[in-house]
């Protein structure tokens, strides 16, 4: 099964992409976590406006067979969320990483963006968890 | 779906494909020690001798024909049809009936169950039920308290003793803080930390609380904190406004009074109902409906999974994988075959004969009502002698009303009486009757 990992993007080892913009992140999970999980039927979107630390849970993904999070990447400021998700939560699925985007963060910390995962570093993970 | 059983040709086949002699040698493992060497168990008996052993030992009940006890659980007239609906033996001993694929029938009733509990209550969403009023309580507050993300509730006074030390041990568990308040009390102790207030109406000692009052006062000192009303005897749908019209944001009840025995306490029925901001965290099954995926029929199945514990396992907010089907049945029969003009007929009679037995008592001297709120099929009172209006009733072939002090030591001579609409101009004369001559022998006693 080949799965899909955007070189311009950073990973997280609990499958989330990472896309900076400024002192923007863009958050989503990866093309292999919405395989793992299945038909997405749900998403639970934080408050815009909340500030989270880097580690924290901050959405809920349903789907017809099991429930995940997406982990904060980086400390920060909720300023967008993606509510098109919640009538189309299919569209985590078909494009994971374009329409089916999550969150949006305003960076409090720069130095977290060091710690995340590079395309190769997540492969590896990928790749383990495979097995 | 039949029980298929291994007959002794085809266990024996498989035991020969494992590579086994008897079924014996599948249990080598287990320690010699640990084995039961029989078991200390009388001889079998005939059908008959059973018949006479179990007509004896029922011969030891003692059966009142008529009652005014109630404390959460009541006696109403069951209509024949419930027993002749849940009789059947698809219905009688089906085992876990969720399977969409061999459930169909249960699956339905349990949505039609639902279906009425939310038309009556007037709340968005039903589940399949809990295990009973009680439990039903319990697993609000935690789901309070998840939503919240808080870990204080609050009960009101008066909410049922019983129902209270269950809520007590379920948030014990959870790490749950539990303060109980009285309602005049309320509004000092609601704030930012607290995930819900729990209060029953009618109440345990049978008043009536101004509901849309109390939420809309817990709504405007505390918009975040979770509104929980519980009920003992919903019949009082029939006459009483719903939860729905109200900022009650969940709703639990014990379900017992429509159309289930009273038998020795139970088996019960935990009515939850929610607003619909909650459908995802709501406990325990949800059954839906839905349509083939090939054409146009339509079908039931539990949906909604992903809020469960075999899902979410320790994010889930509770651990209910069942709900109390056969009961949930007896329900929906019950309501569906009373409708809303037999629900409101019956309500009514509960209410007006409470009401005469009320006003009867407070023409026998030494009698105090001491209710100050209206009240529906339940009200306690200050009895002269409560010991002798106990024994009264039981020489009446009358079940005696509640006396309080076996909940609060403090509430000596205080009973707590029940009429409901099974209760004839008959049994309820001999009640007045009694208490009368309880409250003679109180003077004699002094004399």
């Known amino acids: 099964m080949e799965y899909e990992f955007p070189e311009e993007l950073k990973y997280l080892q609990t499958h989330e992409w990472i896309r900076i913009e400024d002192n923007i992140a863009t958050v989503g999970i990866t093309d292999y976590a919405q395989h793992q999980l299945g038909d997405i039927v749900y998403v639970e979107l934080p408050e815009i406006g909340t500030t989270l630390k880097k580690g924290v849970n901050v959405a809920e993904i349903e789907s017809v067979k099991a429930a995940g999070e997406l982990m904060m990447p980086l400390s920060g400021k909720i300023i967008e969320v993606n509510t098109g998700i919640v009538d189309n939560p299919e569209s985590v699925n078909s494009s994971p990483y374009g329409t089916g985007w999550m969150v949006k963060i305003e960076i409090n910390n720069n130095s977290e963006i060091d710690e995340l995962l590079s395309l190769e570093a997540y492969k590896e993970i990928v790749e383990a968890e495979k097995k | ?447």
């Open chain 2, 1 to 447: 779906m039949d029980f298929v059983p291994h007959d002794d040709k085809t266990i024996t086949e498989m035991l020969k494909v494992i590579g086994v002699n008897k079924i014996e040698d599948l249990f080598i493992d287990i320690p010699k020690d640990l084995f039961i060497n029989g078991l200390n168990l009388p001889e079998g008996l005939s059908e008959p001798d059973v018949l006479k052993k179990l007509k004896e030992l029922g011969k030891k009940n003692t059966i009142y024909t008529n009652s005014f006890l109630g404390a959460g659980c009541y006696f109403h007239y069951i209509p024949s049809l419930v027993d002749f609906v849940i009789s059947r033996s698809e219905f009688y001993t089906s085992y876990t009936p969720y399977q969409a694929e061999a459930s169909q029938g249960y699956l339905q009733a349990i949505y039609e169950y639902q279906s009425v509990i939310s038309r009556l209550t007037q709340m968005d969403v039903a589940n399949a039920s809990m295990y009973d009023g009680s439990t039903a309580l319990a697993e609000a507050a935690i789901m309070a308290s998840i939503i919240t993300r808080k870990n204080q509730v609050i009960i009101i006074e008066g909410v049922h003793p019983e129902y209270i030390d269950v809520v007590k041990t379920y948030c014990w568990g959870q790490d749950i803080a539990l303060k109980i308040v009285s309602v005049d009390k309320l509004e000092d102790k609601l704030s930012e930390e607290i995930a819900a207030v729990l209060f029953q109406s009618p109440n345990f000692f049978g008043d009536i609380e101004d509901v849309s009052a109390l939420a809309k006062t817990i709504k405007i000192q505390a918009p975040n904190c979770l509104i929980i009303q519980s009920m003992t005897d919903p019949t009082c749908l029939g006459i009483l406004k719903p939860p729905g019209e109200t900022d009650v944001d969940i709703f639990v009840a014990e379900g017992q009074s429509f159309g289930i025995n009273p038998s020795f306490g139970g088996p019960g029925l935990g009515i939850f109902a929610v607003k619909d901001k909650f459908l995802r965290k709501i406990p325990g099954r949800l059954v839906g409906k839905t349509k083939e995926i090939n054409g146009e029929r339509e079908g039931f199945l539990l949906t909604l999974q992903a809020r469960e514990q075999h899902i979410r396992r320790e994010k889930a907010s509770s651990n209910i994988c069942t709900n109390q089907a056969l009961c949930s049945l007896s329900a929906l029969i019950y309501i569906v075959s009373l409708g809303r003009t037999g629900l409101r007929e019956i309500a009514t009679q509960n209410f007006q004969k409470a009401q005469y037995v009320k006003n009867k008592l407070r023409e026998i001297p030494g009698y105090e009502i001491l209710n100050t709120k209206p009240t529906y099929n339940e009200f306690i009172v200050k009895c002269p002698d409560i010991d002798s209006l106990i024994q009264e009733c039981k020489s009446l072939d009358l079940l005696p009303p509640l006396p309080l002090s076996k909940y609060y030591s403090d509430m000596r001579d205080i009973a707590l009486v029940c009429v409901t609409e099974s209760n004839s101009r008959d049994s309820i004369e001999k009640f007045i009757k009694a208490s009368e001559l309880a409250s003679n022998k109180q003077k004699e006693g002094r004399a």
